[in-house]
T-cell receptor
Framework: DAKTTQPTSMDCAEGRAANLPCNHS???????VYWYRQIHSQGPQYIIH???NNETNEMASLIITEDRKSSTLILPHATLRDTAVYYC??????????????FGEGTQLTVNP | DTGVSQNPRHKITKRGQNVTFRCDPI?????LYWYRQTLGQGPEFLTY????????KSRLLSDRFSAERPKGSFSTLEIQRTEQGDSAMYLC?????????????FGQGTRLTVV
């Protein structure tokens, strides 16, 4: 699985959009970009994933650059409950590896009142 | 609650003792994973089951660690002769096999403290 680079920490004001960047310059053509988050003392929670196209769900939007070397997770209206560590993961979907995930250190997002 | 359930939530044990953790995955999920997470780090993969078969083990899983999933439903992770370095959060996750299998669902973890 390709390596990702994320900022160690970010701050965001409550109600504003939080834009979390991720670099994955060595991503392969068959690797997906996944985002998970982990609120303190809880297990990681899936947010969104994508291959090439931008994706949106009820939690967030994922913007992937055309060359796929970086992506941005957007939380459109951050709340205090969005304070968490956000992990960007790239992986190949293979039947033999299941959903095994390789986590980095992630970005600590702090949403301030 | 139909999510992934882990028990106990917290475990304090003396060095050298054996401990066992249990994970109950989402009922229709045939894949089950164990991860370990130490303070300030992301989770690290330990092992993975598809139904009752253990298909992959990380080098992190020393011979003191053993995981089972006897009937393809719940799983147990046992640590023998615990060491202080085993202190960590042990996370279980489950997912559904599929050509484009998507997300894994995680439990809240078992926090182990070895004193």
């Amino acid at each position: 699985d390709a390596k990702t680079t994320q900022p160690t920490s970010m701050d965001c004001a409550e109600g504003r959009a939080a834009n979390l960047p991720c670099n994955h310059s060595t991503i392969s053509g068959n690797e997906y970009v996944y985002w998970y988050r982990q609120i303190h003392s809880q297990g990681p929670q899936y947010i969104i994933h994508g291959l090439k196209n931008n994706e949106t769900n009820e939690m967030a939007s994922l913007i992937i650059t055309e060359d796929r070397k970086s992506s941005t997770l957007i939380l459109p209206h951050a709340t205090l409950r969005d304070t968490a560590v956000y992990y960007c993961i790239v992986r190949v979907l293979q039947e033999t590896s299941g959903s095994r995930l390789t986590f980095g250190e992630g970005t600590q997002l702090t949403v301030n009142p | 609650d139909t999510g992934v359930s882990q028990n106990p939530r917290h475990k304090i044990t003396k060095r050298g003792q054996n401990v066992t953790f249990r994970c109950d995955p989402i009922s229709e999920h045939n894949r089950l994973y164990w991860y370990r997470q130490t303070l300030g780090q992301g989770p690290e993969f330990l092992t993975y089951f598809q139904n009752e078969a253990q298909l992959e083990k990380s080098r992190l899983l020393s011979d003191r660690f053993s995981a089972e999933r006897p009937k393809g439903s719940f799983s147990t992770l046992e640590i023998q002769r615990t060491e202080q370095g085993d202190s960590a959060m042990y996370l279980c996750a489950s997912s559904l096999q599929g050509a484009l299998s998507t997300e894994a669902f995680f439990g809240q973890g078992t926090r182990l403290t070895v004193v």
